[in-house]
Every structure is written in C-alpha cells, then in structure tokens.
C-alpha cells in the first residue's frame, strides 16, 4: 500500500502565503517525478509544478515567480511554497509522485485526495 496525503490548505487572504505538503508512505523503493496540480471552480485541472529526482522543476507561467516546489527525498515529501497568492490561485490541490515499490516491477503514479486552497479577503 501507498499512499499521498496533503496538507496545509486553508483560507488565506490576497497577498498571503501558505505551505503545502505532499508526504508518501507504505512500501516506497524509489520515488520519481512529483508535482502539484489543482483544479479552479469551472475549470479543468491543470498542473502548477513538478520536480524530477534530480531536482529538475516546472511552472506553470501563472506562479512563475510566486511559488516553489521542493522536496526532501529522505522523508518521502514534496512542498509548494505559495507566496504572494490571488483569488484566482483558489482550487483544490493534488500532490502526484510516481513511485515504485519493487527493484522488479515498473513505477506507478499516485495522487493525494487534495486540499482546499481558498484565497479570499
């Protein structure tokens, strides 16, 4: 069993920062690509960043600038670092990781059940 729980959610007002993390448990040989997705009131779910094992990362052009991806491959996490937030980054959002648990058998992708994000004044 493996499983992605996020965190850190909550209501922030515009201007406002919050921390997000995405930490995987059970069975874990090796943890490839992570990222943060979300999904707006009437939009479709998109992807917000990724980082590979090496620490490659992504954005989408939105949060260039306003948010950081991290990780901490010894426990198993990933962060978003969410600075400077708008109304429009209000959504909820999934952590992914692509994780295998066996050296045999190839790497499987994971999501968290999401978290709210609402940022409102």
């Known amino acids: 069993q493996v499983q992605l729980v996020e965190s850190g959610g909550g209501l922030v007002q515009p201007g406002g920062s919050l921390r997000l993390s995405c930490a995987a448990s059970g069975i874990i040989f090796s943890i490839n690509d992570m990222g943060w997705y979300r999904r707006a009131p009437g939009k479709q779910r998109e992807l917000v960043a990724r980082i590979t094992s090496r620490g490659i990362t992504n954005y989408a052009d939105s949060v260039k600038g306003r948010f950081t991806i991290a990780r901490d491959n010894a426990k198993n996490t990933v962060y978003l670092q969410m600075n400077s937030l708008k109304p429009e980054d209000t959504a909820v959002y999934y952590c992914?990781?692509?994780?295998?648990?066996?050296?045999?058998?190839?790497?499987?992708?994971?999501w968290g059940q999401g978290t709210q994000v609402t940022v409102s004044s």
């Open positions: 992914n990781a692509d994780i295998s648990d066996s050296l045999q058998y190839p790497s499987k992708v994971r």
